[in-house]
């Protein structure tokens, strides 16, 4: 936190009813705060005191802030609510394009725009703050230019995105498709054209004293590929994987796209089979089951662990008939890299192909420096980014394409191999 100036707060009870306010806003923004928090943060404040606005900004994240992903909300939402209107109107030049009197461009950082949202949104609610009124601070904002151009939208990432832009990217995510390419069998069928079939043909020759009168063709049976995804639910994972666990409900219960059959599994402290749940047609009650499925959401990550457990207990039964594996991780891991790595090398040789998505490779200076990452680029067949819906489409083009690398051989100079 950077030094502030003292604060210059109202008086009670008006302190209570900011608190209250900022506390609903933290809760539209998605941090799990309920009456007994509140009561906690208030009871502090009334305890620590707040002459120095630092002592303010700890004393309510000591109340309102228990997992590491909701420390940048819960810091841009202190600067947005405590009176920092410069940072406001950035803040709103994020959300809308046109913005007079800010001439400053700026890109709207991880979690900004949720958090400003959530404030923004309550801004007309009755025990709201009066303090802008004092200052004179006025801004007018020019709606006009404001456009949700769907190209726009499909390059954003989605941590950074509000939640009228999320509910507009799972209503595309909801039309696509992952389609596959069959695989021709060594069995062939009855065809009207393709390779002479010459038993077929000499037993129809039989029926006529030895002479050949219509030659039979047959054709290489095809079969499609099961699809297994493993998606990592963990904390540093947690708004990624919500959004692609959407992708994967249509992928699921579309029709005529080649997958013979979906396999989904989630994965954070333990390993948790949900493809029963993403069979469900409502998405929302498909992924309301699967959370009370997962009781992992959010927490620590295992990867070698849980990937331990699908090579041994789902492996032989899910990976059948050239199955494609996607793997859904940042692959921040803290178990032993050595085992990590066997258990990728066994997974990679029981599947047609093992794709790996990763949402870090969203950023330009992104290396395989971590110690997880390192021990699994070697055992996949692809690696590629997954934090946007265009890398999701990026993923449905090349699916097929047995020669895709993605990112992988240029990640794997990086270290060395």
Not at 61 to 73: M, N, T, Y
Not at 88 to 104: D, I, K, N, T, Y
Not at 191 to 201: E, L, N, Q, V, Y
Not at 308 to 332: K, P, Y
Request: proline residues 5%; hydrophobic residues 40%.
């Amino acid at each position: 936190m950077p030094e502030y100036a003292p604060l210059d707060l109202p008086d009670n009870p008006k302190l209570v009813g900011n608190i209250t306010h900022f506390a609903r806003a933290l809760r539209r923004a998605g941090l799990p705060i309920g009456p007994g928090r509140l009561v906690d943060a208030i009871q502090a404040v009334a305890a620590a005191g707040f002459t120095e606005r630092r002592d303010f900004y700890w004393t309510l994240h000591a109340c309102f802030v228990s997992r590491p992903e909701h420390r940048a909300v819960f810091a841009q939402l202190f600067r947005l609510y405590w009176r920092d209107p410069r940072y406001l109107e950035h803040m709103m030049a994020a959300m809308l394009p046109a913005v007079r009197g800010v001439q400053e461009d700026r890109g709207a950082q991880a979690a900004e725009k949720r958090a400003a949202e959530a404030l923004l949104d309550g801004a007309g609610m009755p025990d709201a703050p009066e303090q802008e009124e004092e200052q004179g601070t006025e801004i007018e904002i020019d709606a006009s230019l404001t456009t949700s151009g769907e190209e726009k939208l499909k390059s954003l990432d989605f941590e950074q995105m509000s939640t009228a832009e999320m509910a507009q990217a799972k209503a595309i995510l909801a039309r696509m498709t992952l389609p596959i390419d069959p695989t021709a069998m060594r069995r062939t069928q009855a065809a009207a054209t393709g390779r002479i079939d010459a038993a077929r043909t000499l037993r129809g020759a039989m029926r006529f004293g030895g002479e050949i009168r219509d030659l039979k063709w047959r054709t290489p049976k095809l079969r499609y590929p099961n699809l297994v995804v493993l998606c990592d639910i963990s904390g540093s994972m947690s708004q990624y994987s919500r959004v692609v666990l959407h992708f994967l409900h249509a992928v699921s219960n579309a029709k005529g796209v080649g997958w013979a059959r979906v396999h989904a599994f989630t994965f954070g402290t333990r390993l948790t089979n949900i493809t029963r749940h993403l069979e469900t047609r409502d998405v929302d009650a498909a992924l309301r089951a699967a959370g009370a499925e997962a009781q992992d959401w959010e927490g620590g990550t295992r990867i070698g662990t849980c990937i331990e457990t699908f090579n041994h207990d789902w492996s032989r039964r899910v990976l059948g008939q050239d199955a494609v594996v996607l793997l859904i991780t940042d692959g921040l891991d803290r178990d032993d890299p050595d085992a990590l790595a066997r258990q990728m090398q066994r997974l990679h040789l029981s599947a047609r192909r093992l794709i790996w998505i990763n949402p870090l490779l969203r950023w330009d200076e992104f290396a395989p420096k971590a110690r997880g990452i390192a021990a699994m680029l070697p055992h996949v067949d692809s690696f590629r980014a997954g934090h946007s819906i265009s890398s999701l489409e990026d993923l449905a083009a090349v699916i097929s394409k047995r020669d895709d690398v993605g990112e992988r051989d240029r990640l794997m100079r990086l270290i060395g191999r």
